[in-house]
């Protein structure tokens, strides 16, 4: 029975709050040594044993690939086994990844490592955080999101430097090591402390329950309403990451590997401002506008990016594409919150950025792919820009619109016959002859 006191989501003493605080330090650590650590791994690992690039990072793209589809059931993991024991499994599982690639000899080792990485992924991944946190909060919900996910941008500033510092002092193999050794000591006793979903008292009325299978997932690809955001988000991010991996590349030939390397790092920063932002407004605005706007905005930039060699308009483009960066991972939690069932939030979440994670994966790829063809970054560049102008408007299109398509792309290559279901939309010059038929 909910207690007859308001739940105060606004209170810094709401113990809501304290979960963020946890799982912010969660998505550091995760996308600190699960994405953004990776080009150490590549770099290191070719360097001590000589293995080929493309085998290392066809490793790292396994992993991000089959951390997505695995997080797809992220919703049946925490009602089956609840937050607390997810999310030290994905602790002990980034430890024991961490551990096999300080110690790998041979491919077995390291696909070894990246298969456990993918593991840790569904236990501290994005989709499991949004999920913890969006069941203690209702009208925050975004804020809550935001901040938790602003862990994942602060990990490209804070933690990866960090680690190149460790591995220049004490070698790649022992670094890998006391990063999982912290990993453990820092983040167990907070999960086991805090992390838990909220209470029947301490829920706000409104709040999402814990996850339920209120929708099937099968049920879900076959709506029109869920592609209509995925589908954009999809796109959307295939484009983002492609451009952050091949960054320093497409920027070195104009103004040089160092000024390059200013340039992401302006870009990170400008993801972190970017979350900030989208964290303060978030609950005033309407998502799929938000997110139209940061999809052009990017297309902006990267067309910019394309066509000039001036440094100055160079960077200004880097930071308009970094603002947008981390609102394209938070914005989707926030469109499954105003247009599904609470109960369905984790279910909804976890397949979509399922889809969306498995397509991403692919933008580097893709990039790398068309550049060889056509021997320059200008066409997969201008691709981007294409494929990301169809996406914001993509994503201005409701499930109601979505829907009302699917519905005409059915019936297009028929011949429309007199029906109930023909006679349910009349034009104005000719109406319905009986109400009834």
Known sequence: MRGSSPVNEQSLH???????AALFLVEMS???FGMYGQGIYVTELRRLIGWPTGLIATG???????????????????????PCRLVLAGIAALAAALALLASANSVVQLYAGFFVLALAWVGLGAVTAAAIVGAWFDRKRGLAISLTFTGATCSGIVLTPGLVL???????RNALWVAAACAVVVLVPLVVAIIRFPLEQERPAESAAPPSEALSRMSLLRSAGFWSFTAPFASALLVQVAFIVHQIAILTPVIGFQQAGGAVSLTTAMALAGRIGLGLLVDRINPRRATALSILSQAAAL????RSSDSTALFLACAVFGFSIGNL???PALIVQREFAPGAFGVVLGLSM?????VNALGPAAMGLLRDITGGY????FAGVAIHIVSALAVLVTPAGAKRIAIALRRFPSVRSASPHTASMPSARHPPESPGH
């Open 14 to 20: 709401y113990a809501g709050w304290r979960v963020v």
């Open 30 to 32: 995760i996308f600190g």
């Open 60 to 82: 790292t793209t396994i992993s991000l690939v089959l951390g997505s589809l695995l997080s797809v059931f992220v919703s049946d993991l925490l009602r089956w086994i609840g």
């Open 166 to 172: 460790l591995v220049e002092a004490i070698g790649f």
């Open 303 to 306: 067309a910019v990016i394309g």
């Open 329 to 331: 991972i938070t914005l």
């Open 354 to 358: 399922g889809v969306s994670g498995v």
């Open 378 to 381: 200008a066409t997969p560049i």
